[in-house]
């Protein structure tokens, strides 16, 4: 808890960072939100997407179907067999660049995507960084974009899923909601 805490002050006075969380590295969130699919969505797979959006769930035959996401497998040095998209493989595992600017969405949203990604496998990493400013709504709101990697520990092999996010968060960092920008 007090790694977070100094990460989180961190993050504060630096105007945004970069981390790659783990199950040993947070303590539960207080949330005023889940990271659940959208209600105005459908999930193709509800095993899969009951948690996180299929951008950053682990994928199954029906996401890569419904969705037209061609998974690649590769050996990279010192992780072995990770599947991902050709995109993702192109920059894993160098960490994810950090966009100037304050982002206090970055940690509330890194900490609910590792809630619910910790739903479907223990041994999952989270990487999360700011991609822009945040931006204060009229209603006293936070909203930022937010770039997510998520690696989940397969038996054979890693599969690394990415996506760029709008996250929001009350102005005391209270996670609000997440909604995927890219891919689509």
Same mark, same amino acid.
């Given at each position: 808890? !007090?790694?977070?805490?100094?990460?989180?002050?961190?993050?504060?006075?630096?105007?945004?960072?970069? &981390?790659?969380?783990? !199950?040993?590295?947070?303590?539960?969130?207080?949330?005023?939100?889940? $990271?659940?699919?959208?209600?105005?969505?459908?999930?193709?797979?509800?095993?899969?997407?009951?948690?996180?959006?299929?951008?950053?769930?682990?994928? &199954?035959?029906? !996401?890569?179907?419904?969705?037209?996401?061609?998974?690649?497998?590769? !050996?990279?040095? @010192?992780?072995?067999?990770?599947?991902?998209? &050709?995109?993702?493989?192109?920059? $894993?595992?160098?960490?994810?660049?950090?966009?100037?600017?304050?982002?206090?969405?970055?940690?509330?949203?890194? @900490?609910?995507?590792?809630?619910?990604?910790?739903?479907?496998?223990?041994?999952?990493?989270?990487?999360?960084? &700011?991609?822009?400013?945040?931006?204060?709504?009229?209603?006293?709101?936070?909203?930022?974009?937010?770039?997510?990697?998520?690696?989940?520990?397969?038996?054979? $092999?890693?599969?690394?899923?990415?996506?760029?996010?709008?996250?929001?968060?009350?102005?005391?960092?209270? $996670?609000?909601?997440? @909604?995927?920008?890219?891919?689509?």
């Amino acid at each position: 808890m !007090t790694r977070v805490l100094l990460l989180a002050s961190a993050c504060a006075v630096l105007g945004g960072c970069a &981390s790659t969380l783990t !199950t040993t590295d947070v303590a539960a969130p207080a949330t005023t939100a889940t $990271f659940r699919y959208g209600t105005n969505e459908q999930p193709i797979d509800p095993n899969m997407t009951e948690y996180m959006p299929w951008q950053l769930g682990p994928s &199954s035959p029906k !996401t890569k179907a419904a969705h037209d996401e061609p998974i690649v497998t590769a !050996t990279v040095p @010192q992780w072995g067999t990770v599947k991902a998209r &050709s995109d993702v493989l192109a920059t $894993f595992p160098q960490p994810l660049a950090v966009a100037p600017g304050r982002n206090r969405t970055v940690q509330p949203c890194q @900490q609910q995507a590792l809630e619910a990604a910790l739903k479907y496998n223990p041994n999952t990493q989270v990487e999360a960084v &700011s991609v822009g400013p945040e931006r204060r709504l009229p209603n006293g709101t936070y909203r930022g974009p937010v770039r997510m990697r998520v690696v989940y520990s397969r038996p054979e $092999f890693y599969e690394v899923r990415e996506a760029v996010m709008t996250c929001t968060t009350t102005a005391n960092g209270r $996670f609000v909601r997440a @909604q995927v920008v890219s891919p689509t």
